[in-house]
Nanobody
Framework: QVQLVESGGGLVQAGVSLRLSCVAS????????MAWYRQAPGKQRELVARITGGGSTTYAGDVKGRFTISRDNAKETMYLQMNSLKPEDTAVYYC?????????WGQGTQVTVSS
């Protein structure tokens, strides 16, 4: 089992920055890649950014250059640095961990960006 707890969301104005954190616990040796997803009201959950155990990263097109995913294995924590936030970034952000054959999810943290 892997447990994930996100934090760092909030209500901010457009243009500012936020950093989300995801603390992992449990069978951490089973985790391969980790990722951030988001789900806006009325929309499907979508991948925001992903980071492998080796540190390779991928980003959704609309966040590339603004968001940065990273992980600190010593602190068992993954981060999402979000800069230049836009109203369209408003969503619940979820942390996920690939520990095949299962994918684990956190409870989500709300990010609301006002214009």
């Amino acid at each position: 089992q892997v447990q994930l707890v996100e934090s760092g969301g909030g209500l901010v104005q457009a243009g500012v920055s936020l950093r989300l954190s995801c603390v992992a616990s449990g069978r951490l040796f089973s985790i391969n890649a980790m990722a951030w997803y988001r789900q806006a009201p009325g929309k499907q959950r979508e991948l925001v950014a992903r980071i492998t155990g080796g540190g390779s990263t991928t980003y959704a097109g609309d966040v590339k250059g603004r968001f940065t995913i990273s992980r600190d294995n010593a602190k068992e924590t993954m981060y999402l640095q979000m800069n230049s936030l836009k109203p369209e970034d408003t969503a619940v952000y979820y942390c996920s961990a690939d520990a095949l054959p299962r994918v684990y999810w956190g409870q989500g943290t709300q990010v609301t960006v006002s214009s």
